[in-house]
């Protein structure tokens, strides 16, 4: 068990447009999700906590406007790159975490580059 | 602030030998959850031990084990008989409970290379 999937696995992306990455946990229900951000061959950054039925919690220095972030249900969470710039290319990972445990189990994450 | 710290960022070993990885973390809480997370070249975050502070005896999941010492805020990873699937990043992680604001701190990392 504890299986949290992410779609999709990579996009590409005009400049401008916006994308949106989905957030599953397959075979649990899941309150808090989370997403971090990852550069190449450095450490997971988190960016914000999304808790089902509430607003996100977001990290400082994260544009909350442009990391829109919406937990409709107890196995999805979204994240949206608003008006997408090259700069917000990166590796995109979700995780959630059993409302029964401490354990956060992590998607396969999602490649997003903006052209 | 808590604070997590690999001090390796690279090893290697040779398969079928042992390596231990080092990490060690700074709180003021006693009460906290430690991890180790494996990210093979895939990206995926796998989970690979996890040790609760207020349990004394150290963790182990079949090849791989920890050293939990709790006075000197260290929690080293053990990988025996190690094998080329275990090359991967390895991240230290420390969290406390929800109710204390329970947000996982990731060390830096360590690039473990496995040579045949």
């Known amino acids: 068990g504890a299986v949290v999937s992410q779609h999709p696995s990579r996009v590409i992306c005009k400049s401008g447009t916006s994308v949106k990455i989905e957030c599953r946990s397959l075979?649990?229900?899941?309150?808090?999700m989370f997403w971090y951000r990852q550069f190449p061959k450095q450490s997971l950054m988190l960016m914000a906590t999304s808790n089902e039925g509430s607003k996100a919690t977001y990290e400082q220095g994260v544009e909350k406007d442009k990391f829109l972030i919406n937990h409709a249900s107890l196995t999805l969470s979204t994240l949206t790159v608003t008006s997408a710039h090259p700069e917000d290319s990166s590796f995109y990972i979700c995780?959630?975490?059993?409302?029964?445990?401490?354990?956060?189990?992590f998607g396969p994450g999602t490649r997003l580059l903006v052209l | 602030a808590q604070t997590v710290t690999q001090s390796q960022p690279e090893m290697s070993v040779q398969e079928a030998e042992t390596v231990t990885l080092s990490c060690t973390y700074d709180?003021?809480?006693?009460?906290?959850?430690l991890f180790w997370y494996k990210q093979p070249p895939s990206r995926q975050m796998i989970l690979v031990i996890r040790?609760?502070?207020?349990?004394?005896q150290n963790a182990t999941e079949n090849r791989f084990s920890v050293n939990f010492q709790k006075a000197a805020k260290s929690f080293s990873l053990k990988i025996s008989d190690s094998q080329l699937g275990d090359t991967a990043m390895y991240f230290c992680?420390?969290?406390?409970?929800?109710?204390?604001?329970?947000?996982?701190?990731f060390g830096q990392g360590t690039e473990l290379s496995v040579k045949p």
């Open positions: 709180t003021s809480e006693s009460n906290y959850y």
């Open positions: 992680a420390f969290k406390l409970s929800p109710n204390q604001g329970g947000k996982l701190i």
């Open positions: 075979d649990f229900q899941a309150t808090t």
């Open positions: 040790q609760e502070a207020y349990k004394q």
């Open positions: 995780s959630a975490r059993r409302d029964t445990e401490e354990t956060q189990y």
